[in-house]
């Protein structure tokens, strides 16, 4: 028999809306307090600074509104699961897009703001089964929101990397949704069920080929906690850095999936 379909996680579109909003505040919270001193540091994203960091968490919202601008596509033809795949395309040109951004919006948190109130408009007109255009392909409005949470903790982890005590926090939707869809999209790169992946309280998935167990303790099993298993699923951390600094487990002679990471790049 074969094994049966692994059904496609659903998220709550109220909460998904409320994560994207609660998490896009924190960070217009933060950034209100920026010195320019502290808008001039590095970030780890190459050779961005802080502004341009800003900027960019601005635009990744936006993205919202840009491909609600277009025509709905005639029919959905991507999964939200497949979205991390689809982004390294397109990095040169957003590169160029956030340097445009940040020269063009000196005041940060007057734009952030600008960004929510739109954001606020345009969900109070489109339905969450809108489709919309997307790197990925064709999707509702409410599965691409879930990729927003994704762009907005990420980057809200790169931006407290950059400014030591930030300390932006991390809505817990936010959090959740973001671990959840990292962690499906390594279970579609690595299909299997020999190894379980644990992420508590947010996420659990079976992936890599091999044997699978059926009842009791899974033989491989890597387990971490959400921040560390974002970064090592967008590259911020080398899986031997984190197994080196206790930031996760593995165990069994499956659970060595350095070589899948990172899922996003």
């Known amino acids: 028999m074969p094994p049966a ?127 919309l255009e997307t790197s990925a392909g064709a999707m509702p409005l409410d599965d691409y929101l879930v990729t927003r949470t994704v762009e907005l903790v990420v980057h809200t982890d790169d931006l407290n990397a950059a400014v030591e005590g930030l300390g932006v926090p991390y809505d817990r939707q936010a959090l959740a949704a973001a671990t959840r869809l990292l962690a499906d999209a390594l279970a579609l790169k690595a299909p299997g069920a020999s190894t379980e992946v644990r992420v508590p309280p947010y996420a659990v998935v079976q992936c890599v080929e091999g044997p699978r167990h059926t009842r009791g303790t899974p033989p491989n099993v890597v387990e971490t906690d959400p921040l560390t298993w974002i970064r090592l699923a967008t590259g911020r951390t080398a899986w031997k850095d984190a197994l080196a600094g206790a930031k996760v487990s593995a165990s069994g002679e499956r659970a060595d999936i350095g070589e899948l990471l990172p899922v996003m790049t």
């Open 5 to 131: 379909k692994k059904r496609a996680r659903s998220y709550d579109p109220a909460k998904t809306r409320a994560a994207v909003l609660a998490q896009l505040g924190n960070v217009r919270e933060a950034v209100r307090g920026l010195t320019p001193g502290q808008l001039a540091l590095p970030t780890r994203l190459g050779d961005w600074t802080v502004r341009d960091l800003v900027a960019h968490i601005g635009m990744a919202v936006t993205a919202v509104h840009r491909a609600a601008a277009r025509p709905a596509p005639p029919r959905q033809d991507a999964q939200v699961v497949q979205w991390p795949f689809a982004t390294a395309a397109s990095a040169d040109a957003i590169s160029d897009f956030t340097r445009n951004l940040a020269a063009d919006h000196p005041d940060l948190d007057a734009y952030l703001t600008d960004v929510d109130r739109s954001l606020r408009a345009l969900l109070a007109e489109h339905s969450g089964g809108r489709l």
